[in-house]
């Protein structure tokens, strides 16, 4: 696992683009990736190749509560919260725990805070890693505004352990 660089950006725009197609991520133009690099985590084999990508993007928190599954409250008072985007893996290393060790490092680097996600598909592997399907309304609102609603896309999120109970 390693931090993208904005040599990597023609390779993550190719693997990013067989998820456009299928409709479950939105496009992003070649220039997003040189631009917001230090965005993305890569998983490469040890010959370098780049099996699977997702970015992660700080906002400031929404709401200054949000509640977990079980409805109790966790304070994100004064503080940001964490948006995963654009997480995809490469169809020929699917299914052998590229995904899972993405999300695990992008939740590490998220650190203490609340993380948000939308997603078209099922949100399996979210919800394998604690994520919960979550009220759109406690998400930051300037992520919400870049959602096209014609997507459909549902709006998890995940609170770690160590944010502060109220």
């Not at 991520?25 to 990508?53: M, N, Q, S």
């Not at 509640?67 to 995809?88: E, I």
């Not at 505004?145 to 502060?164: F, I, K, Y």
Request: charged share 20%; glycine share 8%.
């Amino acid at each position: 696992m390693r931090t993208a660089t904005p040599a990597d950006a023609r390779t993550l725009h190719r693997l990013s683009t067989t998820f456009v197609h299928s409709g479950a991520l939105r496009e992003r133009p070649e220039g997003h990736y040189v631009r917001h690099a230090e965005h993305f985590l890569v998983a490469a084999t040890a010959t370098g190749t780049i099996e699977g990508c997702v970015a992660l993007r700080y906002y400031p928190a929404r709401s200054p509560m949000y509640r977990n599954p079980s409805g109790a409250a966790w304070s994100d008072v004064g503080r940001t919260a964490a948006v995963v985007y654009n997480f995809c893996v490469a169809p020929g290393s699917q299914r052998r725990g590229v995904g899972s060790a993405l999300l695990r490092a992008v939740l590490a680097k998220a650190g203490p805070r609340s993380v948000f996600t939308a997603t078209t598909g099922s949100g399996e592997l979210f919800l394998r890693h604690a994520f919960h399907i979550c009220d759109a309304s406690t998400a930051p609102a300037a992520w919400l505004a870049t959602l096209d609603p014609r997507r459909g896309s549902t709006v998890l999120s995940r609170c770690v352990e160590t944010c502060r109970r109220e």
